[in-house]
């Protein structure tokens, strides 16, 4: 694989919500698209241009609910969640046991590993890539851009998903928001695994 640092994932207003202490009350977060309060359950969509992932409410996620792109290359983000078995990220190379493969719509594969300075980037090897989605069907679905296969082969948890780009980015904020030290410190590893477990919710 060929690398390429970068200094983290842009998140949008789901990344400032993240980031930012818990207040109550608080004014309802806007539609990133017209404005419009957003209910706690809302839809996102990926700006695929910047990687930039957009709270949306109801109406502005119809408008992309088939799939097409639109003015900025909006994509809806899907709400599928798979536990998988068998495909290890060791088979594409991947050096760490926390990371994220995305399928670009060129078809280049990007693994990403989130670090407290947001997430490393690199290309993954299309031949090996080509021979780990001819054995797993579900990986052979996974739309680009808006869903990833999702890894944590790390301390004990053995993770393997297909998941929407937005837990992804939840991800990377969390770790930003929690590492400490070297290692990322107790609390982070235990932040990881309740992540983990919220998937299978």
């Given amino acids: 694989m060929t690398g390429q640092p970068v200094t983290g994932l842009r998140v949008g207003a789901l990344g ?4 930012r ?4 009350p608080r004014a309802a977060e806007p539609c990133e ?3 419009e309060p957003l209910p706690d359950r809302h839809a996102h969509l990926l700006e695929e241009r910047k990687d930039l ?4 409410c109801r109406a502005c996620a119809l408008l992309f609910e088939r799939g097409e792109t639109g003015p900025g290359r909006f994509r809806l983000v899907p709400h599928r969640r798979v536990r998988l078995t ?6 594409l190379g991947v050096p760490v046991g ?7 719509s060129d078809g280049t594969v990007v693994a990403h590993y989130p670090s407290p300075v947001g997430a490393t980037r690199w290309e993954v090897d299309p031949a090996a ?3 780990l989605v001819g054995r797993y069907e579900e990986l052979r ?4 851009a808006v869903e990833a296969f999702l890894v944590a082969i790390v301390r004990g948890m053995d993770e393997r998903w297909l998941v929407p780009i937005d837990d992804c980015h939840r991800l990377v904020a969390l770790v930003r928001r929690e590492w400490t030290g070297m290692s990322g410190g107790p609390r982070l590893w235990e932040r990881i695994a309740a992540f983990f477990a919220e998937l299978d919710r």
């Fill in 33 to 35: 698209l017209c404005g």
């Fill in 141 to 144: 679905s996974m739309r680009p």
């Fill in 16 to 19: 400032r919500v993240l980031d």
């Fill in 86 to 91: 068998g495909p290890l990220p060791s088979e």
């Fill in 21 to 24: 202490p818990v207040a109550r």
């Fill in 53 to 56: 992932v957009l709270c949306a």
């Fill in 129 to 131: 890539w080509d021979r």
């Fill in 98 to 104: 926390l990371a994220f493969l995305v399928r670009q």
